[in-house]
């Protein structure tokens, strides 16, 4: 027998399972002949349709750093660990719901000679509707039994949490966002609107995947700073709580600060992780809290502290379980705070659904061997290649590519595509991605091998029209306009009243207009795609006196800037000088340009430094309102550091009350 291997690719549905082993093909699925008998499977391949991926498979029979290992799934409120919100979100689209039950019993807490014991169930649903964006909301209820308290069996039913958490990855396995939640705690006993406390707990999240730097390294790291708003402590009025009773009711008499770290270790099947939680009561009177025995403790012995320890159970698809415990690690119970339980145990579920019913498309390649005497099926034939941006020659990942008569595929994110088996001298095929061109080619089929056809497809840009008028005294002039951003232009408006008319792609443009005899305009405007925008320059005349003079490196003035005494306001007298600067700059295309303030040495040093930056400073965006964009000009004051002058004379104090203009870049 010797090997004879072909490529027989099948397409099947059976359920998602990311990495799990390959479903058995028969022969006649594989397209051999079924009395072929001594044909043999060699090798199978599972993969997924572009797009198509489950978002939260199996995790059974995974390598131990595979990617899909770390799932994402609701803990107590919203995604997270358990009790550490996470600043990583999972798939856009996807309903996360989850229960999880508490119990706690233990002699001697929070008080000697009380037992109290304590059990809690929480419900909680997640929606991420954005893939940055997720909301969530959370109902609990709780019993606690302790004889210290009146009475000794406690409930409390209804309490809610309604939260919204943004979050964004700003680098490579780096998340950031913020948490924030509004909590309703209900009366005791009961689940009414008539008597209940509401809190507000506002958190920035910040989660780094350690797998970004190496695949060997599967550690996903959390931290989490807020501050709970908390008005528990009206729940009661009528009598003083004890401690047990404050620890029944979660009774908090201050806000807290919260620090929260959590790590987790995504393995196959079973994910470890470790979580550290800490609330610090805010505004505690001289940092003192009274014990159950009367006696004054510090508020950091008392406050909040527990180390969880836990596990993820990750084997089923969409299915989460989720057990551990916490630990708590405050040496003493104070009032005002309620107590820490030296251990708490705590066990549930998460499950994912996906409401829109993303449909899942797998693909099994199986190569078989058989013997030399088995008449070999001909090869499949396929079209495959790569589909580029024309202009950026960058791959486009998510392009629908149509072969006449097969199911559409899509280019993965290297813009690749593969067809499936085709027969036939010739095909259409169409290629086709929104913002783009669509392109159809009739191809011709090598029957000897796949076929491949490259695409580069041309942007389909919707331009922008623009329509520019020029007026001096309200008639209209002859101007020379020029553009300058995404393109470059230049068009001359009429003389008649009807105005110039250009179209251009969309963007953020820089508009000058320059007409003989006049003083040039710039104007920065953004339009966007498909839109319209009307621009007229009202052109002011040349003056006949000359006072601004263009040198290269310096645009002098021939006339002081005028300004109000000792202030930075501008006199009108001295507008028209600055308009002549604004023409000199557009003029000779001066890329920046510093606006440098001076004093004369009357006063002291410190008001004339003051004084030069807000009048340099008062120049320059008088120039911004004239058209100059600011990122174009910076300005600067010293004060009467630099006199051109001596300051002995009302003259030579004149000269040196000065504004200067330094070309920085042409």
């Known amino acids: 027998m010797a090997p004879a291997p072909a490529p027989a690719p099948v397409r099947a549905t059976p359920p998602p399972r990311a990495a799990a082993p390959a479903p058995t093909v028969s022969a006649a699925d594989a397209g051999v002949d079924p009395g072929d008998a001594d044909t043999r499977i060699v090798s199978q391949k599972e993969r997924y349709l572009a797009g198509t991926e489950p978002h939260s498979p199996s995790t059974w029979g995974n390598a131990w750093n595979a990617p899909e290992n770390a799932r994402v799934s609701v803990g107590q409120v919203g995604v997270g660990t358990v009790f550490v ?14 229960v999880l039950g508490e119990y706690f019993n233990q002699l001697d807490f929070p008080v000697r000679s009380s037992q109290n014991i304590r059990s809690a ?3 909680a649903a997640s929606f991420q509707p954005f893939e940055w964006g997720e909301v969530f909301v959370s109902y609990g209820a709780a019993a606690n039994t302790n004889n210290r308290t009146s009475p000794n069996l406690i409930q409390a039913l209804g309490d809610l949490s309604l939260g919204i958490k943004a979050s964004k990855q700003w680098a490579k396995g780096f998340h950031a ?28 999240l910040a989660t780094y995947d350690f797998r970004a730097l190496s695949p060997s390294a599967p550690f996903i790291f959390t931290l989490g700073l807020g501050f709970t708003i908390d008005s528990t402590s009206g729940l009661v009025t009528n009598q003083r709580l004890n401690a047990s009773e404050e620890f029944a009711l979660n009774v908090n008499r201050y806000h807290r600060f919260n620090f929260n770290l959590a790590l987790e270790l995504p393995f196959p099947v079973v994910t470890p992780y470790f979580e550290y939680l800490l609330a610090s009561p805010l505004g505690v009177p001289n940092n003192e809290l009274t014990g159950p025995d009367g006696k004054f403790i510090n508020a950091s012995a008392a406050m909040a502290q527990q180390l969880g320890l836990g596990l993820k159970i990750t084997a089923v698809k969409d299915l989460t379980f989720i057990t551990g415990f916490n630990l708590g690690l405050s040496r003493s119970v104070g009032l005002g705070v309620p107590g820490t339980p030296p251990w708490n145990f705590y066990f549930g579920m998460a499950f994912a659904i996906d409401p829109f019913q993303r449909g899942e498309t797998k693909f099994v390649d199986t190569v078989r061997e058989r013997k030399l005497e088995i008449a070999k099926a001909p090869p499949p034939v396929r079209l495959e290649g790569t589909v580029t941006d024309l202009e950026t020659k960058q791959p486009l990942p998510g392009v629908i590519v149509s072969v006449a008569g097969l199911k559409p595929s899509a280019t993965n994110a290297e813009g690749q595509y593969e067809s499936l088996p085709i ?29 491949k056809v490259d695409v580069a497809l041309e942007p389909d840009v919707k331009k922008a029209k623009f329509e520019v008028s020029a007026t001096a005294n309200k008639k209209p002039v002859k101007a020379d306009i020029v553009f300058t951003g995404p393109a470059e232009a230049k068009l001359q408006t009429p003389e008649g009243a009807a105005p110039a008319e250009i179209e251009l792609p969309a963007g953020t443009y820089t508009i000058t207009a320059s ?14 795609p498909g839109g319209k925008l009307i621009v007229t320059f009202e052109l002011v005349a040349a003056p006949k006196k000359v006072l601004v003079v263009f040198k290269g490196d310096k645009i002098e003035i021939l006339q002081q800037v005028r300004f109000a005494t000792g202030k930075s306001t501008i006199l009108p007298e001295s507008f028209n000088l600055l308009q002549q600067v604004v023409d000199a700059i557009i003029k000779n295309n001066v890329r920046r340009v510093k606006v440098e303030g001076h004093t004369d040495n009357r006063g002291g040093k410190a ?18 309102a004239q058209g100059i964009d600011k990122v174009r000009m910076e300005s600067v004051g010293y004060g009467d550091s630099k006199p051109i002058a001596p300051n002995l004379t009302a003259r030579g104090r004149e000269l040196n009350r000065r504004v200067e203009f330094i070309v920085l870049e042409k």
């Open 85 to 98: 919100p996470s600043a990583r979100l999972g798939a856009k689209g996807v309903v996360r719901v989850s």
């Open 121 to 123: 169930v929480t419900f």
């Open 177 to 204: 966002g913020a948490d924030l939640r509004l909590l309703t705690f209900s009366g005791v006993g009961n689940q009414g609107v008539d008597r209940f406390a509401v809190g507000f707990k506002p958190t920035l």
């Open 423 to 451: 027969t036939g001298k010739s095909v259409k095929l169409s290629i086709a991605r929104d913002g783009y061109k669509p392109v159809e080619r009739d191809v011709a089929v090598d029957a000897a091998k796949p076929t």
């Open 515 to 528: 007409a003989t005899g006049h003083l040039a305009q710039t104007r920065d405007v953004q339009v966007s």
């Open 607 to 624: 008001q004339n430094q003051v004084l030069s930056e807000d009048r340099a400073r008062s120049v320059m965006d008088y120039l911004a």
